[in-house]
């Protein structure tokens, strides 16, 4: 098997509880993105990062992005972990659009990309993530009700509550793709 490392940046957990899941799975070495540098990454044949999606970015994705030109000749994967539903495709749409906006054409073909559903505990937010939660429910709220998608009206009834999306299962699409792709 090629050797395989997991690199994530996660504020609240979410992230980082997927990046040890896979890491447990596919028993490869994990590296938390705030302390790695690119040349802890040079043994290494595959590449998979994670990070939480805060207002539309990935968290950390400069990793990838600025240091593209050092890790092109391996087999990049990428997880983002977020509030929004990735089985609804208005949600993997935005996300691809926004991931589209940092990735150039080549790193578009390059890297393949998952998505995973996170968490949220209002009580832990920074402060900057709550005035952000709170003019979001404010506009959702306003909203016509019949015009609501069902993560909208999912929102509004657990606004400032602790809500947990993670689910170990969803993560096997990403071990069983970099399983496939080992030389």
Sequence with gaps: MDKTAVVFQSKYGATKRYAEWIA????CDIFDGKN???TDLEPYSIIVYGGGLYAGGVIGIDL???????LCNKKLVVFTCGLADPMDKTNTDSIKKSLNEVFTPQMQDKIKVFYLRGAIDYSKLGLTHKAMMAILHKIVTKKDQESLRSEDKEMIDTYGKAVDFTDKTTIMPI?????????
Excluded: A, G
């Design 24 to 27: 447990e799975e596919l028993s």
């Design 36 to 38: 790695v540098k690119v």
């Design 64 to 70: 990838i992005t600025k240091n593209f030109d050092k």
């Design 175 to 183: 071990t069983n793709y970099v399983r496939d792709i080992c030389t």
